[in-house]
């Protein structure tokens, strides 16, 4: 069983900057990608979007919308990854998903999903 724990989201004003953290713990052999994705507000019914994505040899690939405002990055050694969101506008409002995908210490693959972290980003 592998566990994502997410923190760092909240309120903030419109051109206001919050940093994202998702650990992952458990029987895990290899973390290969990880990412956040994020759930708008009244969208609850379509699929997730991806924001950033980042692999285990540090590739990185982005939405559109972000380029350029957001950075994702992750310490192999801890198991956890981040996002860096700066310039952050109301449409940036929404449930931030961690997903992370790897090996089990039983060698088989995972693909797990954290609870969600809202991030609000007032006008």
């Known amino acids: 069983q592998v566990q994502l724990k997410e923190s760092g989201g909240g309120l903030v004003q419109a051109g206001g900057s919050l940093r994202l953290s998702c650990a992952a713990s458990?029987?895990?052999?290899?973390?290969?990608?990880m990412a956040w994705y994020r759930q708008a507000p009244g969208k609850q019914g379509k699929q997730r979007e991806l924001?950033?994505?980042?692999?285990?040899?540090?590739?990185?690939n982005y939405a559109d919308s972000v380029k350029g405002r957001f950075s994702i990055s992750r310490d192999n050694a801890e198991n956890t990854v981040y996002l860096q969101m700066n310039s952050l506008t109301p449409d940036d409002t929404a449930v931030y998903y961690c997903?992370?995908?790897?090996?089990?210490?039983?060698?088989?693959?995972?693909?797990?999903w954290g609870q969600g972290t809202q991030v609000t980003v007032s006008s």
């Open positions: 924001v950033a994505r980042i692999t285990s040899t540090a590739f990185t």
């Open positions: 458990g029987s895990i052999f290899r973390l290969n990608a």
């Open positions: 997903n992370a995908q790897g090996l089990s210490s039983l060698r088989s693959s995972f693909d797990y």
